[in-house]
């Protein structure tokens, strides 16, 4: 069973930094794609950012602020987050392609204050 752990979540002050970390277990493939997802209250779910292979895309808002990036496994991602503003403020969820299914984490609280 493929579980998706996320870690790293938590709060921050606006203009500082945070990083979420994201490990795949249960796979014996290597994710095709890993990523994050945001959704806020009253707000639809947007993407964060994701890697396919060594490929990286970015959401309009985090561009330049936020990084992708995965271990050398292949099976951890990391989002590090700098420059913060409060409208990251959001749960953030670690999702993984692996094959034609997608799995999600339960997702993790990042609060920023200002």
């Known amino acids: 069973q493929v579980q998706l752990t996320e870690s790293g979540g938590g709060l921050a002050q606006a203009g500082g930094p945070l990083r979420l970390s994201c490990s795949v277990a249960?796979?014996?493939?290597?994710?095709?794609?890993l990523g994050w997802y945001r959704q806020a209250p009253g707000k639809q779910r947007e993407l964060v950012a994701a890697?396919?292979?060594?490929?990286?895309k970015y959401g309009d808002s985090v561009e330049g602020r936020f990084t992708v990036y995965r271990d050398i496994t292949m099976n951890t991602v990391h989002l590090q987050m700098n420059s913060l503003r409060p409208e990251d403020a959001a749960t953030y969820s670690c999702?993984?392609?692996?094959?034609?299914?997608?799995?999600w984490g339960q997702g993790t609280q990042v609060t920023v204050s200002s």
């Open positions: 890697m396919t292979g060594g490929a990286r």
């Open positions: 249960g796979s014996i493939v290597t994710p095709r794609v």
């Open positions: 999702y993984a392609s692996i094959g034609v299914h997608d799995y």
